[in-house]
């Protein structure tokens, strides 16, 4: 019935993400390699020029201006080519970041809203960022770079062996010396440890983000010491990782620099050259070119030790960004179905949110019905906030199912489930948008006079004349708003919405008293026939309930009409009780009753 959604079809995005820009890096290359050919020309230009010098005799005038013409025409050439590579390179670079941030926001957009709550802040942002940006050596520089520093050795190798091919095995030296190093920079130990490097990273840019958000809580309970402790342990733990990766790379990458440096291969060209021309078995002026073209045979390990940071840290990036597009997605029905009405049953409903044994709902069985308000009340940990976000479909149940007018939440599509279904958090988090823009969030053609009417309806609309710019007003550039202002933007957005079903976690925990009625009675105005679902904590909230249902460890336990539940005296009566007791204490110490 639904269309799978799985690790394969998300891993095989990354190969249709780069497959349209094809040509691109066959462009990239193309260009690299010619330049980087016709940058031997001015070498060869040096060599031709010695031996026309040094040969007995006079010099050939117009040789010797042929031969600069053709070595100052190769650089031009080297110079045009490869800077055209390089632009093509980078401009493909940007677009291959962008679609990979345009495909990770969509996937994020489509995993279930748990996903989000097991995994840290900072981790999730270094994948969307650094990880990202991680790829440009791999996008921008390898494919041409690498190349052409294979093409000009292996050019520059057939001319060496024309010229003297025991000189030319002696040159290679170097190189067999740094390859055979290179192994040893790929173990399993190495790549451990430069993952333990990136895991690292990811604790601090956690821990980091975690103290910058939650710093306020931090400094009012006097826990800074602890906040920083944490931070400096991730630290500490980076640095002896640090320091264990460096030293097992330190002396393989010493040892190959050594190898591939100029001093070393002209010292070894030198040795075999003189062996050579003492011997009678090699012209002085053929030791040129080896001296000038000597050095490019080391290109390609050179290139290898030199972008191979760079090339692990690509090849890292891009497994955990396949990581995050490999995070199943709710799936979507193949056929959707079109709910009829908007009555909303929980049948039979059980919930585990990391393991499926562990539930945090146990057989929910539950009726909304039109034109009524629900109110779900419980102790902390009952299972309020996780049956409400069913609703929504933040998550699928383990077993059981969700049903809006006659239809499974599953066999509904995303589009017609939002149409339907709005939610209220009580934790606003508001877009760096105008005003307007923000209430307008789900109706983005609602006009500007019914923007106003949801705000005045949600006892926000003078504040907002009091910004900068009223309604357009760009929140978090031009200005900030409260807690309470932003769950009354909130609000506003859900009214404007006007969904048949409105899912409530306590909308009005962040307001005062005149604008908490003022939300009750706009609501109160507008249900109508809606569906109303509440996450309850106030009195006045389940005394204008129609039901109140009552949770306690996953289960209900009680439910009814408020008068009702209060004469049975059960467990709902203790909460009412306890409630008004602890607002009474509240209102004689002169704290505020919310």
Known sequence: MRAPAGPARSGDSLTRLL??????????????????????????????????????????????????????????????????????GHILDGQVQLSFRRLLAARLGRVPIGWFARRRTGELAKVVGEDVSAVHPFIAHTPGELVAAFVVPLVSLVYLFTVDWRLTLI???????????????????????????????????????????????????????????????AVDDFVVTFFRWVRG?????????????????????????AALIAGGGLAPADLLPFL???LGLTAPVAALGHGFDDLQAARRAVGRIRDVLAVPSLP????PRAPRGHRVELRDVRFGYERAEHEVLRGIDLVLEPGTVTAIVGPSGSGKSTLVQLLPRFFDPTSGSVVLGGVDLRELGSEELYRTVSFVFQDVRLLRASVADNIALAVPHAGPEDVVRAARLANIHDRILELPRGYDTVIHEEAGLSGGEAQRISIARALLAATPVLVLDEATAFADPPTEQAVRRALATMAGDRTVLVIAHRLETVADADTVVM??????????????????????????????????????RGDDPR
Do not use: C
């Not at 393989?252 to 010292?267: K, N, R």
């Not at 460890?553 to 004469?567: C, D, Q, T, Y």
């Open 171 to 233: 040159t290679l030296a170097p190189v067999v010396l740094a390859v055979a190093l290179v192994p040893l920079m790929m173990t399993p130990a190495r790549l451990r440890e430069q993952e333990e490097f990136d895991a690292g990273m990811g604790r601090i840019a956690s821990s980091v983000v975690e103290f910058v958000q939650g710093i306020s809580v931090v400094k009012a309970f006097g826990g800074s010491e602890r906040a920083h402790h944490r931070f400096r342990t």
């Open 249 to 273: 790379l330190a002396p393989i990458a010493a040892g190959m620099q050594l190898a591939l440096s100029p001093p070393f291969v002209l010292l070894v060209v030198l040795i075999g050259g």
């Open 19 to 88: 497959r349209p820009y094809g040509w691109s890096f066959a462009a990239v290359v193309v260009l690299q390699v010619i330049g980087a050919v016709a940058g031997l020309a001015p070498l060869l230009a040096v060599v031709e020029l010695g031996r026309t010098l040094l040969s007995p005799g006079p010099a050939d005038h117009g040789h010797v201006w042929s031969v600069v013409v053709a070595g100052a025409a190769g650089l031009f050439v080297r110079l045009l080519f490869t800077a055209a590579s390089s632009g093509i």
């Open 332 to 335: 979507e029905p193949a056929h």
């Open 292 to 294: 000038l073209l000597g």
């Open 551 to 588: 949770l306690e460890n996953g289960s209900i336990v009680e439910r009814g009409r408020p008068a009702e539940l209060l004469a049975r005296n059960g467990k709902f009566a203790a909460f009412w009780r306890t409630r008004r007791s602890a607002v009474a204490d509240g209102v004689q």
